[in-house]
């Protein structure tokens, strides 16, 4: 209790200087396990990163509560990247080398996680990388607990072009990596589904955009060719809220276009009025609605943690959550928090999350989960209108793109390698 | 259709009533047959509306189709209050299907009667999209003999877009008649015809066709597009194509007009964000870094405002004005008594302590309110839009926005031009130490004049908290924008910004279709330098002794 007291104090006393705050050291009394957290407190992604860095404190908070892990205690080490990419991989550096923690949970953009990867590789650490992703990409030291698109993107697409009859298609996104990335993947998977090159229309836009006028009307007269249109969004953080009021200003209603959104979830909407987006549709593995034993317990954990009732919780949020439970379990299972050793146990780790089901950690450092397609209702939460009938295994390199189809990543022996091309039976190594 | 349109007005006597049987005839003749498939032993009433309230969704899609065959006079009331989300159900048992009422009230779903006790919480009988759109087809049908105008108006809407079967047609042409308001009347001549172009008749089809000929409502152009590129008469064919031509010719025409909105609605925005700017920055001279954390401050101003009238949304606003103006202008003369008059001359300085001061700004922020964004709700005035023509409407808010942002604007212009803090403020921008030699307290109107700049920027963020995210990082998104606009319009005059903002406002617009909103963002960047290194004093130049350094 008083170690949190205090990582709060000295947390909102950096915060207070604004400043790029070193790293918020706990009081180490005796021998203890150091966990880094890497998340974003002051910047523009503190918006969605303060949540998981109080995420990994609840959490760490909870396993001393059982007794610690190894017969030692836990101790997060918090440090702010201040949504300074460069500064990510500083942060890392500094939160292996000096402050020798055993595992890094953090990142959120994939610009954060391609700036930290080469560090953890380097100096073989392990990261936890909890936010949905566009995948063509897999390392040896990272674990992406988060969706790949083919638990997120493809199942979506599905659900939209078999129970809605969408024939019409706006893949509208942010522009960077994961939009770009992922609306490849759902064009490629489309035309394969033999969708016209005319019906597909893609549109992105910069980061904070806030005038959609011109957008949302094209959007609303490509819709009216009299085919059912749905949009696709990758639309990231802040451009949501003008994006989805324009929408509804322009009376374009969840019937008439309904807008599948990968990156808006209960945090965010919490921030908007939900009443104009009524109906419009999210995919992630775990919504807050979702009625399981160990979601209520999980949700009241967090609203005594956070001490506010009115606070949510978010898929991100079970990424962790389960990614921590699978370390804690590999780490007890190795005997050892020693990088190779736990890289080695983690793999075929299972343990519950949160949406009724076992994740099971998979050879390529993904994970298995059960996709959930919900509609957005007026208190900002999700009514969850369809759901895979399993679990679905991550997959790192889509199966939909040239190049990328015929490579597996495997990180056990005899394998042992990220992008494995099944074809030539050759592993290409760290190319990229 | 000619001919039973005539028998109709013949019979005026009878209209009101022969309307009503028709209904119930027409409709019950479309419904039965299924009704007699759907069940054995008809379900009452009651027992379907209790069925409403659980089960699956799809059970619940079913429940609907046999409520709104039941016709009971209740079936409308309680469909309609399942759609707009003000059925629910008690959480304790015995479960009770209730109507909240507009005025918070509770009324039994079944009977209508008024229930005065305490039920505990409630629970809202949820909808998805499919479930929704069910709906309003069902109740198109139920609502197209409403008393209620919009009502009415509404479900012919619905039944263009669903495109129409044989029984809706006959009822419509079986109602165009009795129709009284011409907007109605339109609406259910152009269902009809929607129909009729489905029609195996080539003569019926080419009279659908003229019919819907200069329609601008978007659902008509998928069917005529289809007419037009295969239809076996080529009577129809030729008809269906000239009828698209004319309609495309005044799609162009409105979508110009839209394109010109959009622009000034934008340069609208640029005006409010940049106005504050063209005080503080064009007119003093000071590069403050930290004008957007002021529109900051102004936005979440009216945040603190809405939290503490949550009843008065609209008012709120109202009252958000003026309170964010001396919030922000307060803040704004602390920011310049305390850090920037000592900097007056160095503008290097002046940047980065302001751009620090804006740092420290987000940051008070993310610690005050979280780094959450706060979520402004609308009033009910602000949302929706202003339908001119089917292919043409203003979103009210965008509207609003607009004439708010040019009401700022001529209300600076007044200040500056005649009143005596706009005489001093000039006179000092134009020659300190003259201004000083006749008696003007110098730094106390730099003081008042940043004050002013600032508070223009608070009430800018009254406006922007309509349109965007009331967050820490508010005020980045406009700053740069800003000083474009004031270096586009010449640094020091009013007029410049004004045109300056719509200007850029106009250029994004009409690139954007073309561009993509990235590029052209860009592209104006581009263009703006170059037009800076021909015109470094921008669009309207100072002249004369202003200009002087």
Not at chain 1, 291 to 320: C, G, Y
Not at chain 2, 507 to 535: D, H
Request: hydrophobic letters at 45%; aromatic letters at 8%; a negative charge.
């Amino acid at each position: 209790m008083i170690v949190k007291k205090l990582v709060k104090t000295v947390g909102a006393w950096g915060l207070a200087c604004g400043m790029g705050l070193s790293a918020v050291t706990t009081q180490a009394e005796e021998d203890t396990i150091k966990v880094g957290v890497l998340h974003s407190l002051s910047g523009t992604m503190a918006i969605s990163e303060t949540t998981l860095k109080d995420t990994m404190l609840m959490l760490i908070e909870e396993q001393n509560k059982k007794g610690g892990l190894l017969g030692k205690k836990l101790e997060p080490v918090v440090v702010d990247p201040a949504s300074n990419w460069p500064l990510f991989a500083e942060k890392t550096r500094e939160l292996i080398s000096q402050e020798g923690v055993d595992a890094i949970f953090g990142c959120w953009t994939s610009v954060s996680r391609k700036s930290v990867l080469p560090v953890v590789e380097e100096l073989n650490g392990l990261l936890f990388y909890p936010v949905q992703y566009e995948g063509e990409e897999s390392s040896r030291n990272v674990f992406y607990t988060g969706a790949a698109p083919n638990q997120q993107a493809i199942p979506a697409v599905d659900y939209l072009m078999k129970d809605l009859e969408v024939e019409r298609w706006v893949l509208a996104g942010t522009d960077y990596v994961y939009p770009r990335t992922t609306n490849k993947i759902l064009a490629a998977y489309l035309k394969s589904k033999g969708v016209k090159e005319s019906d597909i229309m893609i549109n992105y836009t910069p980061f904070g955009h806030s005038d959609w006028q011109n957008i949302v009307s094209d959007i609303k007269r490509f819709g009216s060719a009299g085919k059912k249109t749905a949009v696709v969004s990758t639309i990231n953080g802040d451009a949501n809220v003008p994006f989805y009021r324009e929408l509804g200003n322009q009376g374009i209603s969840a019937e008439d276009i309904p807008v599948v959104a990968f990156s808006v979830g209960e945090e965010e909407l919490s921030g908007i009025d939900a009443k104009p987006l009524v109906g419009h549709m999210a995919a992630w593995n775990y919504f807050m609605s979702v009625e399981t034993d160990e979601n209520s317990q999980f949700i009241d954990q967090w609203l005594a943690f956070i001490e506010n009732d009115k606070r949510v919780t978010n898929d991100p949020m079970e990424a962790h959550y389960i990614g921590f439970n699978m370390w804690v379990k590999a780490v007890e299972k190795a005997g050892s928090t020693d990088s190779d050793k736990v890289i080695d146990a983690i793999v075929g780790v299972e343990v519950p999350n949160l949406s009724g089901g076992t994740s099971k950690m998979l050879p390529n450092h993904h994970i298995t989960k059960p996709v959930l397609i919900g509609e957005i209702q007026e208190d900002g939460q999700f009514l969850t209108v369809w759901e895979t009938d399993g679990l679905v295994p991550g997959d790192a390199w889509s199966d939909y793109l040239e190049g990328s189809k015929d490579l597996i990543s495997d990180w056990t022996a005899p394998i042992s390698c990220g992008n494995y091309n099944e074809m030539t039976k050759k592993c290409l190594g760290a190319a990229e | 259709m000619i001919v039973t349109n005539a028998m109709f007005n013949l019979q005026n006597s009878v209209r009101g009533c022969l309307r009503i049987t028709l209904l119930l005839a027409i409709t019950l003749g479309s419904l039965t047959s299924h009704a007699q498939s759907a069940s054995e032993e008809p379900a009452t009433f009651n027992d379907l509306v209790d069925q409403l309230a659980e089960g699956s969704l799809s059970r619940r899609g079913k429940t609907v189709t046999t409520i709104a065959e039941l016709n009971h006079e209740r079936s409308i009331v309680v469909l309609n209050a399942l759609q707009a989300g003000t059925l629910k159900v008690t959480r304790n048992d015995p479960k009770q299907v209730v109507i909240e009422q507009a005025d918070d009230s509770l009324v039994n779903a079944q009977s209508g009667a008024v229930i005065s006790d305490d039920l505990g919480r409630l629970k809202r009988i949820p909808i998805h999209n499919k479930l929704r759109s069910q709906l309003h087809t069902v109740l198109a049908q139920l609502n197209l003999a409403s008393p209620d105008k919009t009502a009415r108006l509404s479900a012919v809407n619905r039944l263009i877009t669903d495109g129409g079967d044989a029984n809706t047609a006959t009822l419509l042409q079986a109602l165009v008649a009795d129709e009284a308001e011409a907007d109605v009347r339109d609406a259910m001549q152009t269902a009809i015809a929607m129909y009729d172009i489905q029609s195996d008749d080539a003569e019926v089809r080419l009279a659908a066709v003229k019919a819907l000929r200069g329609s601008l409502i978007p659902e008509v152009r998928g069917p005529l597009l289809s007419l037009a590129d295969n239809d076996p008469n080529q009577n129809v064919k030729l008809e269906a194509q000239s009828a698209l031509e004319s309609i495309e010719g005044r799609l162009k025409v409105f979508r110009f007009t839209e394109n010109v909105f959009f622009g000034l609605s934008l340069g609208s925005v640029f005006l409010l964000s940049a106005i504050g700017l063209a005080i503080t920055f064009g007119v003093m001279g000071v590069i403050n870094m930290a004008h957007g954390e002021l529109m900051m401050i102004g936005a979440y101003t009216t945040w603190v405002i809405q939290q503490a009238l949550p009843n008065h949304i609209g008012a709120s606003l109202f009252i958000a004005i003026p309170t964010a103006f001396i919030v922000a202008g307060l803040v704004g003369i602390a920011i310049e008594r305390g850090v920037i008059r000592f900097l007056y001359g160095r503008p290097l300085e002046t940047l980065l302590a302001t751009f620090g001061i804006s740092l420290i700004l987000q940051q008070a922020a993310r610690s005050i309110f979280s780094p959450l964004n706060r979520a402004v709700s609308l009033p009910e005035w602000m949302s929706g839009s202003l339908e001119i023509n089917p292919a043409l409407s203003i979103t009210f808010n965008r509207l609003y926005i607009l004439i708010f942002g040019l009401m700022v604007f001529f209300a600076l212009l007044l200040i500056l031009k005649k009143t005596s803090l706009g005489l001093k403020v000039r006179a000092v921008s134009q020659n300190r130490p003259m201004a000083r030699a006749v008696g003007v307290r110098a730094s106390w109107v730099d003081a008042l004049t940043f004050g002013l700049g600032s508070g223009i920027a608070g009430i800018a963020g009254v406006a922007l908290s309509q349109l965007t995210n009331v967050g820490p990082n508010l005020g980045q998104a406009y700053i740069i924008d800003s000083f474009m606009v004031v270096v586009f319009g010449g640094v020091g005059n009013l007029w410049g910004t004004l045109v300056g903002a719509m200007g850029i406002g106009l250029l994004n617009k009409f690139m954007e279709p073309y561009a993509g909103a990235v590029l052209a963002k860009v592209l104006i960047l581009v263009l703006l330098i170059l037009f800076i290194q021909k015109k470094p004093k921008g669009l309207f130049p100072q002249k004369g002794r202003a200009a002087a350094d």
